[in-house]
């Protein structure tokens, strides 16, 4: 096996693809820079996540997102050019990327469905009993 990890950005949304037999892959590219100033270039990688797991992290893939990636690499040639290759086994995500508008504490609900507490409405003001006071 040719292991390889990537630290980039990825270039574009991730789009999630279903082979004929139903299997989910998850496909997206990330530029990785070399070098600085003058002497700097990009490599583009095209990353491959199969399997149930590329269905749960699509949706945190959007450009600009930074990420670290663990897999198998390779490459593909195509029209004389040759494109570099990674089907992921692990990816971390970094930070970036396009942001969603954070929903009111209203709105927001843990994995469960349950809302976070409010707790200076819940108990009366400023009378929260675990908060330290410093003077």
Known sequence: ????????????????????GGEP?????????????????????DIALWGKRGDAIAKFLTKGTKVCVT???????????????????DITLMGGGERQPAQPATERRDSYGNQPANFHND??????????EFR
């Not at 997206?28 to 270039?41: C, L, T």
């Not at 897999?71 to 086994?89: D, L, V």
């Not at 108990?123 to 330290?132: E, N």
Request: hydrophobic letters at 35%.
């Open 1 to 20: 096996m040719k292991s390889i990890t990537l630290g980039g950005t990825v270039g574009k949304d991730a789009v999630m693809r279903r082979t004929q």
């Open 25 to 45: 892959v998850l496909g997206f590219s990330v530029a990785v820079d070399d070098g600085y100033g003058e002497n700097k270039s990009t490599m583009w990688f």
């Open 71 to 89: 897999g198998e690499f390779g490459q593909r040639h195509h029209e004389g050019k040759t494109y570099f290759t990674c089907r992921a086994s």
């Open 123 to 132: 108990l009366g003001g400023d009378d929260i009993p675990f908060a330290p």
